[in-house]
T-cell receptor, first 112, second 118 residues
Framework: GEDVEQSLFLSVREGDSSVINCTYT??????LYWYKQEPGAGLQLLTY?????DMKQDQRLTVLLNKKDKHLSLRIADTQTGDSAIYFC????????????FGGGTRLMVKP | GAVVSQHPSWVICKSGTSVKIECRSL??????MFWYRQFPKQSLMLMAT?????????EQGVEKDKFLINHASLTLSTLTVTSAHPEDSSFYIC??????????????FGPGTRLTVT
């Protein structure tokens, strides 16, 4: 079955860049997503990338996809304390219909 | 933007009682809704997929008689935890798919319901 993995924890200083990494095993993954979860809240979709893209940028967020290595990363530029949260990567593919497979989540802590 | 609400946001119940959690799509119609369970410091585990007007599809290992799902309208799905026990204590999150979208069928997540069974 599909497997999505992330490192558990990342700590950065305010103003630095954060890079959160994710690896997946399903070669048929079509879309890959990044979600943000703040304490006690649901998930907020940050961005997603189609598998035929290498990079997508949206303001402070840059997503890089290495399809050969099945590696996805999320870079947050000028990280702020409000970016402290858990970040989940997720994937889906055409044959999965609506189903998302989530990674375990990376807890980002931003120190002032 | 698309908004999904859940009610209640937090509930404490006694062991053996049943609890109903509502998931509503506020400004769009959702033919499909999903129910997830999240344990502390862990990822989301898909419990079931709820399709309007039909029976829910449960993931392996999820007891359908314990977690009753009803999706009676295009804007409302309910999850009832029957005869709750302390091990059912968890954070339950729903998501809804806007029926107007095509693949990748963006899902909108509710804020979650924290269930504590004493």
């Amino acid at each position: 079955g599909e497997d999505v993995e992330q490192s558990l924890f990342l700590s950065v200083r305010e103003g630095d860049s954060s890079v959160i990494n994710c690896t997946y095993t399903d070669s048929s993954s079509t879309y890959l997503y990044w979600y943000k979860q703040e304490p006690g809240a649901g998930l907020q979709l940050l961005t997603y990338i189609f598998s035929n893209m290498d990079m997508k940028q949206d303001q402070r967020l840059t997503v890089l996809l290495n399809k050969k290595d099945k590696h996805l990363s999320l870079r947050i530029a000028d990280t702020q304390t409000g970016d402290s949260a858990i970040y989940f990567c997720a994937e889906t593919h055409n044959n999965a219909g609506n189903m998302l497979t989530f990674g375990g989540g990376t807890r980002l802590m931003v120190k002032p | 933007g698309a908004v999904v609400s859940q009610h209640p946001s937090w509930v404490i119940c006694k062991s053996g009682t049943s609890v109903k959690i509502e998931c509503r799509s506020l400004d769009f119609q959702a033919t499909t809704m999903f129910w997830y369970r999240q344990f502390p410091k862990q990822s989301l585990m898909l419990m079931a997929t709820s399709n309007e007007g039909s029976k829910a599809t449960y993931e392996q290992g999820v007891e359908k008689d314990k977690f009753l799902i009803n999706h009676a309208s295009l804007t409302l799905s309910t999850l009832t935890v029957t005869s709750a026990h302390p091990e059912d204590s968890s954070f339950y999150i729903c998501s809804a798919r806007d029926h107007r979208t095509t693949f990748p069928y963006e899902q909108y997540f509710g804020p979650g319901t924290r269930l504590t069974v004493t």
